[in-house]
């Protein structure tokens, strides 16, 4: 058993050292980084990223090694690295309004993945989403990419918060049925989860556990 499947198990702390682990981190570990650093954020405690001219130094000359590969939405206030407390590296974010999963964001998410090696896939929705209030209103015109993707996943689901956990459920539910995300899903061990960030306290919701 590695260490962090330890960790995992035993609850043990992490330290600064354990969040520059690289892309080959269990999906269950790098799913309890994120608890724990969504912990920290909550709770205002001081936990140190490594942001210096080193560590930009490292990653541009030996590439990034991410843990995890948030998909949230474009929302200024939903801001994944903060949320979860992390450094230069350690996330492979892809923002898009409604935190949707269209051919783009797949195909980056795919790369993060297949190239990258990332073994978990987090769909982060939020709460008092403004893509989502749009498709509950029935807003088209220039969103209605947006919109009517958002729409189509509602149904018939108008209180708000449902809304954000059924649309990242959806969004979820679409990497998963990608050939690829599947193939890793069977053999690597890849894991894809959804969650909801409370805009109003900072809390993440985990879903489906």
Not at 141 to 161: F, M, N, Q
């Given at each position: 058993m590695s260490d962090d499947e330890t960790k995992v198990l035993t609850g043990a702390g992490y330290t600064a050292d354990d969040y520059d682990g690289d892309a080959h981190v269990p999906a269950a570990a790098a799913l309890e980084r994120l608890r724990a650093g969504n912990r920290i954020y909550v709770e205002a405690l001081d936990h140190e990223r490594d942001l210096s001219p080193e560590r930009i130094a490292d990653l541009f000359e030996n590439g990034q090694r991410p843990f995890a590969c948030v998909i949230t939405c474009a929302d200024s206030r939903v801001v994944p690295e903060h949320i979860f407390m992390t450094g230069l590296g350690e996330l492979f974010v892809i923002r898009v309004a409604g935190n949707i999963v269209g051919p783009i964001e797949l195909a980056s998410a795919i790369y993060a993945c297949e190239h990258?090696?990332?073994?978990?896939?987090?769909?982060?929705?939020?709460?008092?989403?403004?893509?989502?209030?749009?498709?509950?209103?029935?807003?088209?015109?220039?969103?209605?990419?947006?919109?009517?993707?958002?729409?189509?996943?509602?149904?018939?689901?108008?209180?708000?918060?449902?809304?954000?956990?059924?649309?990242?459920?959806?969004?979820?539910?679409?990497?998963?049925?990608?050939?690829?995300?599947?193939?890793?899903?069977?053999?690597?061990?890849?894991?894809?989860?959804?969650?909801?960030?409370?805009?109003?306290?900072?809390?993440?919701?985990?879903?489906?556990?």
């Open positions: 990258l090696h990332t073994r978990l896939v987090l769909v982060l929705g939020h709460t008092h989403c403004g893509a989502i209030k749009a498709a509950l209103d029935g807003e088209a015109g220039p969103v209605a990419a947006i919109t009517g993707r958002i729409a189509e996943a509602l149904g018939e689901v108008r209180d708000p918060y449902e809304a954000s956990v059924v649309n990242a459920r959806a969004a979820a539910a679409a990497l998963a049925e990608s050939p690829e995300l599947a193939r890793l899903m069977a053999e690597h061990d890849l894991d894809i989860r959804c969650a909801v960030y409370h805009t109003h306290c900072g809390v993440v919701d985990f879903l489906g556990e």
